[in-house]
């Protein structure tokens, strides 16, 4: 937007030199390329773009110049269109429909794609202009020479209108699409009018499949007419054309959805009809390994499955027992990619099956399980790696692809033939493969399994906390000595599998951990076969994350380990053991301790800390020779912290906190380190970190190191304005903000805090755009104090300096930033909204009037600046936050809001706008009658995509 102001500044380009810059495109030199793409991007945003762009269009310069120029003009009027006045618009369309004309016959592909692309765009905005499609067959349709240019109109038209970046409301999308729909009965005429012509070049067919395609995706009353005309023969005869095979499955698959609506339903014969011929073709391709028609056919047959699936269960006959052959036919396929288009089926058929309450009332039950068993033996051999397979697989590679693509199918699915089945073929498998490959295999899928099995308490039985033995308990029980037995001396990409099994960081795939943390006699195998494993370089990662899981979910067992753990972290460098490594273990040592008694409690912290201790204290009088070191130990400190969650049953039997004594040893050196390395941000930052998680972890029993923290913070962020300072003080208003003998002092650090902060922002025309964390951190405190003393906050002078800042900040592009913003503005008038801040109920009065007296002061800057928002200056997709900051003030006064919106200096912006009266109606609408927060909340996002 900068450069286009620049260029808009300054006097029009020439159209020579236009031309000269476009010319450089094809240049060999990148110095030159570069120099020429930079400029034609300043040029594309500039209002000159228009007249010059259709000015080289119409003198047809050259090809190369024409394409950008083609290219810049339908990307003004993507983007752009709005900025162009009413009266210019038929003199655009008349232009772009001769340039059309023109380059019909030029032979020049590129061009006319967006000559048309740029039509299709003008047409969905241009509200004069009705039937589009209709206005092109008439002036061209009689013209062999136009056959080209009026087909790839027609493709493209449909797929404009549901194009994002078009700025129109919904209400203008469905005015479209009923134009289209009237006319879809003259384009499906033309197409097979096209078809039948001698002339037409290859191409021409390509573009039918594809307009086809499009069109039947598009739906309308037209589309009955593929059906019955030679174009249905025609979209089959292409299937085994290696140049538009792909085409005309799109338009086959596309027919055969719009066949499965009710009202076109009586159409899938005709095409179950037509499909089943081709099974021998299909079978032919999977006897010979021909991927590339053998894929087409298979999504052939696919699609109709997927249209019958749901009679496959309530309503079954020969057509659909057939279908489901003709699907496990197709996993017969060699190819493992070829095989996947089929689990768009086996997930559809999965949806309708989990809807069934008993199963046995399945008329083709054996059939659809032994389906899914045979897909199920084809997930496991395309899971096998090749034979000369060594090292790691990448799971971004193909056989990664293949293999994981695999695992959620049978995760999704695995409740036809139910878990325990499936988890002991696997376990078979695993024991008796011949090769390590097909071992690993059988593990790998299990993990889509596991989550499935193990032991579950019985209704009848949960108050005498009697185990319930499935069948899956005696698989994971055999399968645990497999995965605990592997040897160093094994494939590595095994035991990486049987390592996350016990332990993963994948959130889809489920380990063993759970089942683990259940089973305490199995934990000291599962550990030790871990501790073994992390001293393998290429599979320490891997283990350290699963000694954090199994530290999680086994912490109430896991104590008599701590000593391994803390081994493991003393040993990290000889372990070749990188800094994320030790984060996760410490996470998971962390867990344990917190479920230790109070003493052991606290002798196991102090064991841990001990570790890095020293090293703190070391480098506190010494500078370390990398800071990097002093960061890591900071942050791994921190963490620790954040994850050793005392509940009050583990507290001490005096009632004290059991890491109330290391901790405060811990903040006190934290505090001195700090002070040490005022101007090393990142170590500010992790010196802030760990007093953070100290002050959440014990709580009220730091109010000894209360004191101390708050003049430490007020003296370093005064010398750093470092941002960490204010989430530690956010976390002290959280910890002692309720405590009535502590809130002065807080208050007044929060004071300190805020008018430094304030000045900082206010420093230089960019300060917030350069500071977006401050803003965030100072905001998410101020959130905090407003809900822990609200009376104290609002009486303050404080709220009046926030807002200042708040109106600034309201169109700032940087999402999180301005969401916090948002967030602390809408608390802070919701609060003077009577019945929504339950928690200020005794002074609701009180707030009520201070809140209201902010906004009569404030409220017209700040109503003025959400205008702005939502016409131009945020992104469309941050518009309900602003929009949301407006529902409250006109909670409170909405006649005041209305005027202030319709008086805002954005407001101007509404009428200089290519906008529809209808549009400001409706929105005009929203702001004075609207009643529903979410109506509200919505009518101001369409309108601002007329402005994005």
């Given at each position: 937007?900068?450069?286009?102001?620049?260029?808009?500044?300054?006097?029009?380009?020439?159209?020579?030199?236009?031309?000269?810059?476009?010319?450089?495109?094809?240049?060999?030199?990148?110095?030159?390329?570069?120099?020429?793409?930079?400029?034609?991007n300043e040029f594309k945003g500039s209002v000159w773009a228009w007249s010059l762009t259709d000015t080289i269009l119409a003198n047809q310069v050259s090809i190369p110049i024409c394409t950008i120029a083609a290219q810049i003009i339908r990307h003004k009027i993507e983007d752009s269109f709005r900025e162009l006045p009413e009266s210019s618009l038929n003199p655009l369309r008349d232009s772009l429909l001769q340039h059309l004309d023109n380059y019909a016959t030029a032979g020049v592909a590129v061009i006319l794609r967006q000559l048309c692309l740029?039509?299709?765009?003008?047409?969905?905005?241009?509200?004069?202009?009705?039937?589009?499609?209709?206005?092109?067959?008439?002036?061209?349709?009689?013209?062999?020479?136009?056959?080209?240019?009026?087909?790839?109109?027609?493709?493209?038209?449909?797929?404009?209108?549901?194009?994002?970046?078009?700025?129109?409301?919904?209400?203008?999308?469905?005015?479209?699409?009923?134009?289209?729909?009237?006319?879809?009965?003259?384009?499906?005429?033309?197409?097979?009018?096209?078809?039948?012509?001698?002339?037409?070049?290859?191409?021409?067919?390509?573009?039918?499949?594809?307009?086809?395609?499009?069109?039947?995706?598009?739906?309308?009353?037209?589309?009955?007419?593929?059906?019955?005309?030679?174009?249905?023969?025609?979209?089959?005869?292409?299937?085994?054309?290696?140049?538009?095979?792909?085409?005309?499955?799109?338009?086959?698959?596309?027919?055969?959805?719009?066949?499965?609506?009710?009202?076109?339903?009586?159409?899938?014969?005709?095409?179950?009809?037509?499909?089943?011929?081709?099974?021998?073709?299909?079978?032919?391709?999977?006897?010979?390994?021909?991927?590339?028609?053998?894929?087409?056919?298979?999504?052939?047959?696919?699609?109709?499955?997927?249209?019958?699936?749901?009679?496959?269960?309530?309503?079954?006959?020969?057509?659909?027992?057939?279908?489901?052959?003709?699907?496990?036919?197709?996993?017969?396929?060699?190819?493992?990619?070829?095989?996947?288009?089929?689990?768009?089926?086996?997930?559809?058929?999965?949806?309708?099956?989990?809807?069934?309450?008993?199963?046995?009332?399945?008329?083709?039950?054996?059939?659809?399980?032994?389906?899914?068993?045979?897909?199920?033996?084809?997930?496991?051999?395309?899971?096998?790696?090749?034979?000369?397979?060594?090292?790691?697989?990448?799971?971004?590679?193909?056989?990664?692809?293949?293999?994981?693509?695999?695992?959620?199918?049978?995760?999704?699915?695995?409740?036809?033939?139910?878990?325990?089945?499936?988890?002991?073929?696997?376990?078979?498998?695993?024991?008796?493969?011949?090769?390590?490959?097909?071992?690993?295999?059988?593990?790998?899928?299990?993990?889509?399994?596991?989550?499935?099995?193990?032991?579950?308490?019985?209704?009848?039985?949960?108050?005498?906390?009697?185990?319930?033995?499935?069948?899956?308990?005696?698989?994971?029980?055999?399968?645990?000595?497999?995965?605990?037995?592997?040897?160093?001396?094994?494939?590595?990409?095994?035991?990486?599998?049987?390592?996350?099994?016990?332990?993963?960081?994948?959130?889809?795939?489920?380990?063993?951990?759970?089942?683990?943390?259940?089973?305490?006699?199995?934990?000291?195998?599962?550990?030790?076969?871990?501790?073994?494993?992390?001293?393998?370089?290429?599979?320490?990662?891997?283990?350290?994350?699963?000694?954090?899981?199994?530290?999680?979910?086994?912490?109430?067992?896991?104590?008599?380990?701590?000593?391994?753990?803390?081994?493991?972290?003393?040993?990290?460098?000889?372990?070749?053991?990188?800094?994320?490594?030790?984060?996760?273990?410490?996470?998971?040592?962390?867990?344990?301790?917190?479920a230790l008694p109070g003493d052991e409690c606290e002798q196991a912290a102090r064991q841990l800390l001990g570790v890095y201790m020293p090293q703190l204290q070391q480098m506190t009088g010494q500078r370390p020779p990398s800071l990097q070191d002093l960061e890591n130990v900071l942050e791994i400190t921190a963490q620790f912290f954040r994850h050793t969650n005392v509940t009050q049953r583990n507290y001490k039997e005096d009632g004290s906190h059991p890491l109330a004594g290391v901790g405060l040893e811990m903040c006190q050196t934290v505090l001195n380190v700090i002070q040490h390395y005022t101007t090393e941000s990142t170590v500010v930052e992790?010196?802030?970190?760990?007093?953070?998680?100290?002050?959440?972890?014990?709580?009220?029993?730091?109010?000894?190191?209360?004191?101390?923290?708050?003049?430490?913070?007020?003296?370093?962020?005064?010398?750093?304005?470092?941002?960490?300072?204010?989430?530690?003080?956010?976390?002290?208003?959280?910890?002692?903000?309720?405590?009535?003998?502590?809130?002065?002092?807080?208050?007044?650090?929060?004071?300190?805090?805020?008018?430094?902060?304030?000045?900082?922002?206010?420093?230089?025309?960019?300060?917030?755009?350069?500071?977006?964390?401050?803003?965030?951190?100072?905001?998410?405190?101020?959130?905090?104090?407003?809900?822990?003393?609200?009376?104290?906050?609002?009486?303050?002078?404080?709220?009046?300096?926030?807002?200042?800042?708040?109106?600034?900040?309201?169109?700032?592009?940087?999402?999180?930033?301005?969401?916090?913003?948002?967030?602390?503005?809408?608390?802070?008038?919701?609060?003077?909204?009577?019945?929504?801040?339950?928690?200020?109920?005794?002074?609701?009065?009180?707030?009520?009037?201070?809140?209201?007296?902010?906004?009569?002061?404030?409220?017209?800057?700040?109503?003025?600046?959400?205008?702005?928002?939502?016409?131009?200056?945020?992104?469309?997709?941050?518009?309900?936050?602003?929009?949301?900051?407006?529902?409250?003030?006109?909670?409170?006064?909405?006649?005041?809001?209305?005027?202030?919106?319709?008086?805002?200096?954005?407001?101007?912006?509404?009428?200089?706008?290519?906008?529809?009266?209808?549009?400001?109606?409706?929105?005009?609408?929203?702001?004075?009658?609207?009643?529903?927060?979410?109506?509200?909340?919505?009518?101001?996002?369409?309108?601002?995509?007329?402005?994005?």
């Open positions: 937007q900068n450069s286009a102001d620049k260029m808009a500044s300054q006097d029009a380009p020439s159209l020579e030199q236009v031309c000269s810059m476009m010319g450089l495109m094809e240049s060999h030199d990148p110095e030159q390329v570069e120099l020429a793409q930079t400029w034609i740029a039509l299709a765009d003008l047409a969905v905005y241009m509200e004069a202009w009705n039937h589009p499609c209709q206005t092109i067959l008439d002036r061209f349709g009689a013209s062999e020479k136009h056959m080209l240019a009026i087909l790839e109109f027609i493709r493209v038209m449909p797929e404009e209108i549901g194009n994002r970046r078009l700025k129109v409301t919904p209400k203008r999308q469905e005015h479209v699409d009923r134009e289209l729909m009237e006319t879809s009965q003259q384009v499906y005429t033309y197409l097979a009018h096209a078809l039948g012509q001698p002339s037409l070049p290859q191409e021409g067919h390509v573009t039918i499949l594809k307009a086809l395609a499009s069109w039947l995706k598009f739906g309308g009353q037209g589309a009955e007419l593929f059906f019955t005309t030679p174009l249905f023969d025609f979209a089959f005869s292409q299937l085994t054309e290696l140049e538009t095979q792909e085409d005309a499955a799109d338009v086959l698959a596309a027919a055969i959805a719009y066949a499965s609506e009710p009202s076109t339903v009586h159409h899938l014969s005709k095409l179950v009809g037509t499909i089943s011929g081709w099974q021998s073709h299909l079978e032919t391709c999977i006897k010979e390994d021909d991927s590339d028609t053998g894929r087409v056919l298979v999504r052939l047959f696919t699609d109709l499955a997927v249209a019958y699936a749901e009679d496959m269960i309530y309503q079954p006959n020969d057509l659909t027992v057939g279908l489901l052959q003709s699907m496990t036919v197709c996993l017969g396929h060699p190819d493992a990619d070829v095989v996947a288009v089929t689990y768009h089926f086996w997930y559809r058929l999965g949806d309708f099956l989990n809807e069934v309450q008993d199963f046995a009332t399945l008329p083709l039950l054996n059939q659809i399980q032994g389906a899914y068993g045979q897909l199920y033996e084809r997930l496991y051999t395309a899971t096998i790696l090749p034979s000369d397979f060594q090292g790691i697989l990448d799971v971004n590679s193909t056989d990664g692809d293949i293999r994981y693509n695999a695992a959620e199918l049978l995760i999704e699915t695995s409740f036809v033939l139910t878990a325990p089945a499936i988890g002991r073929q696997l376990l078979t498998l695993a024991t008796s493969g011949d090769s390590w490959q097909s071992k690993e295999a059988a593990l790998f899928l299990f993990r889509a399994v596991v989550g499935k099995l193990g032991y579950r308490y019985s209704k009848q039985e949960a108050n005498l906390n009697t185990p319930f033995i499935q069948e899956g308990e005696t698989i994971v029980q055999d399968l645990l000595p497999i995965l605990t037995s592997v040897t160093a001396e094994t494939a590595i990409q095994l035991r990486r599998t049987c390592i996350h099994l016990l332990g993963s960081a994948s959130t889809y795939y489920r380990d063993l951990s759970d089942w683990l943390g259940k089973h305490p006699d199995y934990i000291p195998s599962a550990f030790h076969f871990l501790c073994q494993m992390i001293r393998c370089p290429e599979l320490n990662s891997a283990s350290a994350i699963a000694v954090m899981h199994l530290a999680s979910k086994g912490r109430a067992h896991c104590g008599p380990h701590l000593p391994d753990i803390i081994e493991i972290v003393k040993a990290q460098e000889a372990l070749g053991l990188v800094h994320s490594d030790v984060l996760d273990i410490i996470k998971g040592a962390g867990r344990v301790v917190a992790r010196c802030n970190q760990t007093i953070q998680w100290c002050v959440r972890c014990l709580g009220a029993d730091c109010i000894e190191l209360a004191a101390n923290i708050l003049a430490v913070l007020t003296s370093v962020y005064e010398a750093t304005k470092d941002p960490s300072c204010l989430y530690v003080a956010t976390a002290m208003v959280g910890v002692f903000g309720m405590q009535p003998s502590f809130q002065e002092p807080l208050f007044n650090l929060v004071g300190s805090l805020s008018r430094s902060t304030f000045t900082l922002l206010a420093s230089s025309p960019d300060a917030l755009r350069q500071n977006p964390d401050t803003v965030s951190d100072i905001f998410r405190l101020l959130r905090k104090v407003l809900a822990a003393m609200p009376l104290r906050y609002l009486s303050s002078e404080l709220p009046a300096i926030s807002l200042d800042c708040a109106v600034h900040c309201v169109t700032l592009q940087e999402r999180g930033t301005n969401e916090e913003v948002a967030t602390y503005l809408i608390q802070l008038f919701r609060a003077a909204h009577s019945g929504i801040s339950d928690e200020f109920a005794l002074h609701q009065d009180t707030i009520a009037t201070h809140v209201t007296a902010l906004m009569e002061n404030k409220g017209e800057a700040l109503v003025h600046e959400i205008m702005a928002a939502i016409t131009g200056a945020l992104p469309t997709y941050m518009l309900p936050d602003s929009a949301e900051i407006l529902w409250y003030l006109m909670a409170i006064n909405r006649e005041a809001v209305v005027h202030w919106a319709f008086s805002a200096p954005a407001a101007a912006n509404i009428n200089e706008r290519n906008i529809s009266d209808e549009d400001k109606q409706d929105f005009a609408r929203s702001l004075t009658e609207c009643s529903h927060r979410q109506g509200f909340l919505d009518a101001c996002r369409h309108f601002g995509r007329l402005f994005a």
